[in-house]
């Protein structure tokens, strides 16, 4: 039963000699167990450790599930999520105007790393068009894996497909067993998910994904050869960008939003300042991460860009932490400014 925020925050309201910045919960929504970015947080929680600066990882559904807990949770600064969350609302906010209201306020941090779209399946099944009446794990709802599959399969007009809501680890057993004929995942490759021996090469394999009308939403990636046991061969698939997202704070609103804010400055300058670490010693992701390569239509926040400037301080007191310990609006144009101090901190780019 978590009681201890609520006591905290009474606390600090009923002491006016506490700062509410030292007792605030700071919290980041990642992904399921064996994904990509429940690591990617971890990494980023070590490295706050490091200043003192305890940031909390939570499981999730995935990029619905942490855009909206960014929005409306309290204590959850952060949500790692997937940059068509947005076409995803343009296309059914119609349907949906609770969907459209959830990226009011949401703000860009930074930009990680592509995630490739897998989709893996029956050998007889060679392209996106083969799972036309089909049975196809699609992720649970809120997760990015839903998200993706089902703009994917509605950009394709793929016709009659049996959509299976279930999560990878157990559409993986499904797919196994003969019960579904093929699952959607989308995870930073590798994925510990599909490093399963179990999963065999000769009845299954990594679909193609070659389809030119999703390129206006996705880019083109490939996963290497020997990248999984199963799949000795390259093959080409589609990505979507992995984004840290965080909210509009204002600081001068409340002693939330002040002390948010701050937790939001601190990390945005704890990661810059550790970028070259984060490459050598957190996963393998962050070795491609490109923070110039900012999604389309997504503000910035100004709490990112005042823990960017070259003057912010930030005072941290090294420690022993490991990286990766378990410790709808219409597109804008780039963020300048955000680009103009990314420039000044890192010389020229990510």
């Not at 690591?39 to 990029?63: F, H």
């Not at 390259?234 to 609103?253: C, E, P, S």
């Amino acid at each position: 039963m978590r009681i201890a925020p609520l006591f905290l925050v009474l606390f600090a309201l009923l002491s006016p000699g506490r700062a509410m910045s030292q007792i605030v919960e700071t919290h980041v929504m990642t992904g399921g167990p064996k994904g990509t970015y429940i690591q990617i947080g971890r990494d980023l929680s070590a490295l706050g450790a490091e200043c003192g600066r305890n940031l909390i990882v939570e499981e999730s559904a995935g990029s619905l599930e942490n855009l909206v807990a960014v929005k409306k949770r309290t204590f959850t600064q952060f949500g790692i999520v997937q940059s068509d969350v947005l076409e995803y609302v343009r296309t059914y906010a119609n349907a949906d105007p609770e969907l459209a209201r959830s990226i009011v306020g949401v703000r860009s941090m930074f930009p990680l790393y592509n995630e490739e779209v897998h989709v893996l399946a029956r050998r007889d099944i060679s392209s996106l068009g083969g799972l036309a009446r089909r049975k196809v794990a699609i992720g649970v709802a809120d997760s990015g894996t839903y998200l993706t599959a089902t703009l994917i399969l509605d950009i394709l007009q793929v016709p009659d497909v049996e959509k299976v809501l279930v999560g990878a680890v157990d559409a993986l057993e499904l797919l196994k067993r003969g019960e579904i004929d093929a699952m959607f995942y989308v995870a930073g490759a590798p994925t510990k998910l599909f490093t399963d021996p179990s999963i065999d090469g000769s009845q299954f394999h990594l679909v193609p994904i070659n389809d030119k009308p999703l390129l206006a939403t996705y880019n083109a990636a490939e996963i290497a050869g020997g990248v999984y046991p199963f799949q000795p061969d390259g093959v080409g698939v589609v990505a979507v960008k992995a984004v840290l997202m965080t909210f509009d704070y204002r600081k001068d609103k409340n002693d939330y939003h002040r002390a948010s804010c701050k937790a939001v400055s601190d990390f945005a300058n704890i990661l810059l300042t550790n970028l070259d670490r984060l490459r050598e010693q957190g996963h393998p992701k962050w070795k491609t991460v490109d923070l110039a390569a900012l999604p389309p239509g997504w503000l910035v926040g100004d709490c990112v860009k005042e823990g960017m400037r070259p003057d912010y301080e930030l005072t941290c007191q090294r420690g022993v932490a490991t990286l990766g310990s378990t410790a709808a609006p219409a597109s804008k144009p780039v963020d300048q400014e955000y680009l103009d101090l990314l420039k000044q901190r890192l010389g020229g780019g990510g």
